[in-house]
């Protein structure tokens, strides 16, 4: 794997979905620059690259920035000569909100993070960490360790959002509000550039 690109912790530092995804991309943007370069492939390297990704509490917007951040990518590496779809695709990893999590009343976390959990899968993501409940405490305890990844279970083994690719495709609000994100990503990244 050429590079992991994270924006986990630019979203744990106060920015926006839509900054969490400008950033992160156009940080991928530039390291496939310098990797095209040097004379890599980017049919090659691209397929080896891996993103990560925060998930916070507002259900339909970290969907929505999922889903743009995977049309989003796809054009990048159009761009730069990717013509391999899996060259195209945004591989990533997402894990819960850490600065989401409350000290008071921690046994709230558990909602926070399956809602958390349960967006990032509808988004797409293909790898995800869920916080233990008790992580704005001290490291997690082996209760809340084992009910992290109970959620993950039930979410991809119990609840049937795993068996279907974007499945809240075509309904009007997340689709305009796909498109208001992507829309205002771009406008980040053209800055950037």
Known sequence: NTISISGYHIREEGSTAVQEIAFTLS????????????????NKFGQRLSFFFNAHNNFFEEI?????????????????GATEPRAQMLR???QT????????????????VSLQALAAVLGGTQSLHTNG?????????AE????????????G????VTHTVD???????????????EAEAWKYIAHID
């Not at 940080?27 to 980017?42: R, S, W």
């Not at 929505?64 to 730069?80: G, N, P, S, Y």
């Not at 409940?133 to 305890?141: M, N, R, V």
């Open 27 to 42: 940080n991928g943007k530039a390291y496939c620059q310098a990797a095209i370069e040097k004379g890599l492939n980017i």
């Open 64 to 80: 929505a920035k999922f889903r743009a951040a995977r049309r989003m990518w796809a054009k990048i590496t159009a761009e730069l």
């Open 92 to 94: 990533f990893h997402t």
């Open 97 to 112: 909100g850490g600065s989401t999590l409350t000290a008071q009343q921690p046994q709230n976390n558990i909602v926070r």
């Open 133 to 141: 409940y008790d992580e704005a405490l001290s490291l997690p305890t």
């Open 144 to 155: 809340a360790a084992k009910l992290a990844l109970r959620t993950q279970q039930i979410i």
């Open 157 to 160: 083994y119990e609840s049937g």
């Open 167 to 181: 499945p809240l495709a075509g309904s009007h609000f997340v689709e305009a509000l796909t498109n208001e994100i």
